[in-house]
């Protein structure tokens, strides 16, 4: 099992920034997929970014350029550093580790962009 806990939602002004963190735990296998989605109400939910496990990262075209995804190995913790919000990025946002045998959501977190 894998167990991943996020952070860093909140209410922000359009143009502004927040980071979001998913650390994970549990039985981390040596490939995986490990990213962020979001879900908007009365939207399906959609990729946001993601990174393997061997460093390569890939982007929503609608967040290129302003969302940036990091990972901490020893951590294994990723977080989404999230610049110049705009009120279409409210959402809530999903981790998500992806492996061979299973498919792990984390609880996810509330952001709002508004002023």
């Known amino acids: 099992q894998v167990q991943l806990v996020e952070s860093g939602g909140g209410l922000v002004q359009p143009g502004g920034s927040l980071r979001l963190s998913c650390a994970a735990s549990g039985r981390i296998r040596s490939l995986y997929v490990m990213g962020w989605y979001r879900q908007a109400p009365g939207k399906q939910r959609e990729l946001v970014a993601t990174?393997?496990?061997?460093?390569?990262?890939n982007y929503a075209d609608f967040v290129k350029g302003r969302f940036t995804l990091s990972r901490d190995n020893g951590k294994n913790t990723v977080y989404l550093q999230m610049n110049s919000l705009k009120p279409e990025d409210t959402a809530v946002y999903y981790c998500?580790?992806?492996?061979?045998?299973?498919?792990?959501w984390g609880q996810g977190t509330q952001v709002t962009v508004s002023s």
């Open positions: 998500n580790l992806g492996q061979s045998v299973a498919n792990y």
């Open positions: 990174i393997t496990s061997g460093g390569s990262t």
